[in-house]
């Protein structure tokens, strides 16, 4: 069976944030995220999401050695949409996806990319738009060997 499957994937309202620097920021910009959602009335309707914009593996090392990745962290919601500071509600486009899933240890997504890589160059497949983090569970509360991470590529 293929470890990667092609879906559908609809647009989605989201509040987010878009900011330059290294990769585990990730983890930092969440919970502004997190609080900005709760405090202003809106509520989640799917789980956190990182889009990662450095489409190559050669762009993603280059963003790890000098820890200036494009960084965008959003949340899906519903509600009336307050923005504010960097903080901002838009629309994440939906479309054909590529999607793999990864389990265990955050630092070990990169096996997973790996795979999907592998897979894309098998296919002849390429990326038109930024690869999605979507993390399924809270790290806080499951062992890490248990954290699921999908990742989506539209294609």
């Known amino acids: 069976m293929e470890e990667v499957s092609i879906i559908d994937v609809g647009p989605l309202n989201v509040v987010g944030t878009r900011r330059t620097g290294a990769?585990?920021?990730v983890?930092?910009?969440?919970?502004?995220?997190?609080?900005?959602v709760s405090s202003n009335g809106m509520q989640?309707?799917?789980?956190?999401?990182?889009?990662?914009?450095?489409?190559?593996?050669?762009?993603v090392e280059r963003a790890m050695r000098e820890n200036d990745a494009d960084l965008e962290v959003a949340?899906?919601?519903?509600?009336?949409?307050?923005?504010?500071?960097?903080?901002?509600?838009?629309?994440i486009p939906g479309g054909k996806m590529a999607k793999i899933v990864h389990k265990g240890p955050y630092d070990r997504v990169g096996?997973?990319?790996g795979r999907l890589f592998e897979w894309m160059g098998r296919t002849g497949k390429k990326a038109k738009g930024p690869f999605r983090e979507i993390y399924q569970n809270d790290p806080?509360?499951?062992?890490?060997?248990?954290?699921?991470?999908?990742?989506n590529v539209p294609i």
Request: with cysteine.
């Open 111 to 113: 096996e997973t990319y």
């Open 27 to 36: 983890a930092m910009v969440l919970p502004e995220l997190f609080i900005h």
């Open 75 to 91: 949340i899906p919601v519903t509600g009336k949409f307050v923005e504010k500071g960097d903080i901002k509600a838009y629309k």
């Open 140 to 151: 806080g509360k499951v062992p890490p060997e248990e954290i699921l991470t999908e990742i």
């Open 23 to 25: 990769y585990h920021d």
């Open 44 to 59: 989640m309707t799917g789980p956190p999401i990182y889009l990662c914009h450095e489409l190559t593996m050669e762009e």
